[in-house]
Antibody, heavy 120, light 109 residues
Framework: QVTLRESGPALVKPTQTLTLTCTFSGFSLSTSGMCVSWVRQPPGKALEWLALIDWDDDKYYSTSLKTRLTISKDTSKNQVVLTMTNMDPVDTATYYCARVTTGTTYFDYWGQGTLVTVSS | SYVLTQPPSVSVAPGQTARITCGGNNIGSKSVHWYQQKPGQAPVLVVY???DRPSGIPERFSGSNSGNTATLTISRVEAGDEADYYCQVWDSSSDHLVVFGGGTKLTVL
């Protein structure tokens, strides 16, 4: 059974750095072709792709947020971590992690999401 | 980066057919995936690779893709189909790897 769960602070202050952790089970990120990605959704708005890391530690970022994002993995802990620097109120959103399985280009499993509010 | 355009809203009466479009430059050359998202819930994959359905998704959900438009079709619409729907493609030619459409709110009248 594949599950993903996001964790991190519910509230951050402007200019702070956000660190989110995706803890997953039911698959291994060391399996060829596996990927984990982060997607966010501001309240009432559309999904926005942020970053992706694959089994080979290749990393891909949203071109508009690339300078602020870092994605990493800890295969032994089954975790993927996303950091976003210089947080702003417009970054208030529900942040999801999701899996892309080998040989596909879609997200087949999603976490339940975690709401992050940026406010002083 | 690649842009996907969806209508903000589509309305349909129960039992009728809903069609939600996703426009993009030569989108027919890409694989298009569709997600359903109900309020307060994570997105759920309903169609992948243009027209395939994950297990557990009703046959009422189908997809097509040609030219500059991909379409999600929901037949015999039910009240429970009311949700936001997003299309998504993988743009391996770009650094911006994953693209979502702006979403379409399906209202069941």
């Amino acid at each position: 059974q594949v599950t993903l769960r996001e964790s991190g602070p519910a509230l951050v202050k402007p200019t702070q750095t956000l660190t989110l952790t995706c803890t997953f089970s039911g698959f291994s990120l060391s399996t060829s072709g596996m990927c984990v990605s982060w997607v966010r959704q501001p309240p009432g708005k559309a999904l926005e792709w942020l970053a992706l890391i694959d089994w080979d530690d290749d990393k891909y970022y949203s071109t508009s947020l690339k300078t602020r994002l870092t994605i990493s993995k800890d295969t032994s802990k089954n975790q993927v971590v996303l950091t976003m620097t210089n947080m702003d109120p417009v970054d208030t959103a529900t942040y999801y992690c999701a899996r892309v399985t080998t040989g596909t280009t879609y997200f087949d499993y999603w976490g339940q999401g975690t709401l992050v509010t940026v406010s002083s | 980066s690649y842009v996907l355009t969806q209508p903000p809203s589509v309305s349909v009466a129960p039992g009728q057919t809903a069609r939600i479009t996703c426009g993009g430059n030569n989108i027919g050359s890409k694989s298009v995936h569709w997600y359903q998202q109900k309020p307060g819930q994570a997105p759920v994959l309903v169609v992948y690779d243009d027209s395939d359905r994950p297990s557990g998704i009703p046959e009422r959900f189908s997809g097509s893709n040609s030219g500059n438009t991909a379409t999600l079709t929901i037949s015999r619409v039910e009240a429970g189909d009311e949700a936001d729907y997003y299309c998504q493609v993988w743009d391996s030619s770009s650094d911006h790897l994953v693209v979502f459409g702006g979403g379409t709110k399906l209202t069941v009248l």
